[in-house]
């Protein structure tokens, strides 16, 4: 039986580096001496595709380099369940994290890397009042604890002034990592929708375009947030936001269209009874000359010629446009006279509408829809003042042609718009996407709600009893299961080199002994790469609590104590649990270390396991 520790593979979350330097050599082995990278090779083999210039276009500031070790820094934390402030703990498919959005990235990293569709954030905006982010990346499990208060250090939440010297800088350090991660969780056909106003949005586009490749940019769309003008403003009145939307790759995504409108279907008519159904007519020009298509069309009807209008040609070329008069998809008029247009029916056009840039308020809410929607859900709207209207979040999916169980992330989730828009979606269109939320537990002013993270969880409860109200025969997932980040439940190595043996003592038991049997198992689904929502079965065999995950692709029993005894009876009785379950895959089993009385227990369970197939046997 293999012990697992805290340095081994299984039990950190992924090493972004190690991940890039093995998708480098798949691809360039020759460029790999000794398992180092030469760079030298590494440049002949990529040609003229290399710039080292000294001066290069894009964009730098202090701090790029130590934000960019960031993103591949492993993770040193966990997610604690928390069942007792979820909503359908043992059903849902949905999930509210909350902590510092950077570890929680890298945590979910082996689970959900490359299954994401859609990620929406909502970043905190650079205007010197708001704007919160850590200080300390030696250890920002401790860093993050301490600034949320969990921990004595008093340390501080700041606020990001320009009188700091840093105004842009420190923006650009916060972002930069987690949008680095965030694309890790895209899947090849997902898309990122950023919300942004004008203080960083060409910072923003810039660091999209390198971390995402500019050939991926879709669009710079612009958000009517408000209606009335503000006389009070000094030179323009504030009306718009920006969304940037990037595609994981502009070669997989598929544009969704929103849905086609009566008055629009409403333009095409069909006064001459086509077959082919109703039609509506487009211009047969081109608004410039070009001497090949500049010919006479002659109306089949009565035989009168056209020519172009002066300076400009028609759209097609004569042998074309003849086949269109031939399959009757030119329109001369009613009498034959009318000048030649272009017949486009009804049924051969997209069956939706290519969405715009532009995103008015009446189309999509605005400021004020979403202030209207927080006080419905909590008879006060000072409870979150900036919370976006769910319409927003609407268009964006449909936008993004988020489908069935497909996954949405948002890890600014504020007050859970995106949630409760998930929600409020799957209720309209009878679907059953899914969402992760994250949030910083960032401390507010009231009592009731002393950080926004108590704000989001308490509206993904109001929100999800107010749609099933109005959705009486809606029976979807309208609950969530809540984690909270923390530090590993496994003890790190960490020895005081004047007292050696009390370390070893110390570090006897390897897992930490105020954690439940719960915490462990949802680190191992972390560590493993599994679903934080994957089913979950659970059997007592030989008064043991043994669990099967993913249908028996894992199965683990955490009691504290196993004894001698105990061994032989737990292990038939798992291996019979496991002919029921019958996994298609590979089935590790992992037990706690410190459970076993002595070497010989767990020698004889593995020899028992090994006797029926289960190779793959490790301790915590």
Not at 412 to 427: K, L, P, Q, R
Not at 555 to 564: F, G, W, Y
Request: charged share 30%; with cysteine; proline share 5%.
């Amino acid at each position: 039986m293999q012990k697992l520790t805290d340095q081994d593979p299984e039990t950190q979350s992924a090493d972004l580096v190690a991940g890039n330097i093995a998708l480098l050599q798949s691809l360039f082995p020759e460029a790999f001496t000794e398992g180092k990278v030469d760079f030298e090779v590494l440049k002949q083999v990529l040609g003229g595709a290399v710039d080292d210039r000294e001066e290069k276009y894009g964009l730098n500031w202090h701090g790029k380099r130590r934000a960019r070790q960031i993103a591949l820094t492993p993770s040193t934390g966990t997610l604690r369940p928390c069942p007792e402030e979820s909503v359908d703990w043992d059903t849902t498919q949905n999930l509210m994290i909350e902590g510092d959005n950077l570890e929680v990235l890298k945590l979910l990293q082996k689970s959900y890397a490359g299954k994401v569709k859609l990620i929406y954030i909502d970043p905190p905006y650079n205007t010197g009042k708001d704007f919160v982010y850590p200080d300390d990346f030696r250890d920002n499990i401790k860093n993050y604890l301490e600034l949320t208060g969990q921990v004595e250090g008093g340390k501080k939440i700041s606020s990001n002034t320009e009188a700091s010297g840093r105004f842009h800088t420190d923006w650009l350090n916060m972002m930069y990592p987690r949008l680095k991660l965030a694309r890790n969780l895209l899947r090849e056909d997902g898309v990122i929708f950023i919300s942004i106003d004008d203080n960083e949005v060409a910072d923003l586009r810039m660091m999209l375009s390198e971390i995402y490749g500019e050939e991926n940019f879709l669009a710079n769309l612009v958000w009517q947030k408000k209606y009335s003008p503000q006389n009070d403003e000094k030179y323009f009145s504030d009306s718009h936001e920006h969304l940037l939307v990037y595609a994981k790759s502009i070669e997989t995504f598929d544009i969704g269209l929103l849905p086609r409108t009566k008055e629009a279907d409403a333009r095409y008519k069909n006064p001459d009874n086509d077959q082919r159904g109703a039609w509506k007519s487009s211009d047969l020009t081109r608004q410039e000359y070009r001497e090949r298509d500049d010919y006479e069309i002659v109306s089949p009807k009565t035989g009168k010629r056209f020519s172009p209008p002066k300076g400009n040609s028609w759209g097609r070329p004569k042998d074309m446009v003849e086949e269109l008069i031939k399959d009757n998809r030119i329109w001369f008029g009613p009498d034959g006279n009318s000048i030649p247009s272009l017949k486009r029916f009804l049924s051969e056009v997209k069956q939706g509408i290519t969405p715009q840039t532009i995103l008015m308020r009446e189309d999509v809410g605005d400021t004020q829809e979403g202030k209207k929607l927080i006080k419905e859900l909590f008879g006060d709207v000072s409870v979150f003042e900036t919370a976006k209207p769910i319409r927003l979040i609407h268009r964006i999916m449909t936008t993004s042609a988020v489908a069935n169980e497909d996954i949405v992330l948002d890890f600014f989730s504020g007050s859970g718009t995106t949630g409760h828009a998930v929600i409020a979606h799957n209720a309209t269109n009878i679907a059953n996407s899914r969402y992760i939320l994250v949030q910083l537990p960032e401390p507010t002013e009231r009592k009731d709600y002393p950080t926004i993270a108590n704000i989001t969880k308490e509206r993904l409860r109001r929100a999800g009893r107010k749609i099933k109200d109005e959705n009486p025969i809606f029976e979807g997932d309208t609950g969530f299961r809540v984690f909270k980040l923390d530090s590993s439940n496994i003890h790190a190595w960490e020895p005081n080199r004047d007292d050696l043996a009390d370390t070893l003592l110390q570090h006897a038991e390897h897992l930490k002994t105020d954690r439940t049997e719960q915490d462990i198992l949802f680190e191992l689904l972390l560590k493993l790469g599994l679903d934080l929502t994957v089913p979950i079965e659970q059997k007592t065999i030989s008064g043991k609590t043994v669990h099967s995950i993913g249908a028996g692709v894992l199965l683990t029993c955490l009691a504290p104590q196993i004894s001698n005894n105990e061994v032989e009876p737990l292990a038939l009785g798992i291996v019979e649990w496991h002919k029921q379950l019958s996994p298609s895959g590979e089935t590790q089993v992992v037990f706690r270390d410190s459970a076993f009385a002595d070497d010989v227990g767990k020698a004889n369970l593995t020899a028992i396991f090994q006797q029926h197939g289960l190779e793959n046997v490790r301790s915590l």
